[in-house]
């Protein structure tokens, strides 16, 4: 294998192991920015309605995203459970659910099954609910894009009246419930 085909190779593992990834600067936008670079890629945009889906979270309840209006909801795509970058994600958050969850329904997505989820709650004490994606249709919906298979980390804050309000699009794991808890703060 020459030189150029094992760059090739070595560019399209990293791009397929997107949790293993070294942290990013964090991209947020809010709704007092413009939201042209969630239109311009897909992702549903500031101001647009909760979708009308439902997905089984690993403790095996079925969650209904519009059920949950009411009250703000936090719901974030991130590629692989267990991993680096998604163990630093879940645990972040984790160790600021109870301010987070005093504010916002936390909801993790990604398209493992429910018994990866399962011991990745377990493992890590995880107190929120992870849904299972296996079929892509949250990400479809949310417009989150796929490479592999797997979720690109994005997160979504949407408010009580089922409008969001903030996306994520470029998530760093590191700090982002700190994030988080800012834009929900700005919530009011």
Do not use: W
């Not at 439902?54 to 692989?80: C, M, N, W």
């Amino acid at each position: 294998m020459n030189s150029k085909s094992r760059l090739l190779l070595l560019g399209a593992l990293v791009l397929a192991n997107g949790c293993n990834q070294e942290p990013k600067p964090a991209a947020a936008t809010t709704a007092k920015a413009p939201a042209t670079s969630e239109a311009a890629s897909g992702l549903l945009p500031l101001g647009a309605e909760l979708p009308d889906l439902s997905a089984t979270a690993q403790d095996g309840t079925v969650v209904h995203l519009r059920e949950l209006k009411g009250k703000p909801l936090i719901v974030y795509f991130y590629p692989k459970d267990d991993t680096p970058g998604c163990t630093i994600e879940a645990k972040g958050i984790r160790d600021e659910y109870a301010e987070l969850n005093g504010r916002a329904v936390v909801l993790g997505v990604s398209e493992d099954s429910l018994d990866s989820h399962k011991a990745f709650a377990e493992k890590y004490q995880l107190p929120f609910r992870l849904l299972d994606d296996t079929n892509h249709a949250l990400s479809h919906a949310f417009g989150v894009p796929l490479s592999s298979g797997h979720a690109k980390r994005v997160t979504f804050v949407i408010d009580g009246a089922g409008k969001v309000r903030q996306v994520f699009a470029d998530v760093n794991p590191e700090g982002h419930a700190a994030e988080l808890l800012a834009a929900l703060k700005s919530l009011g």
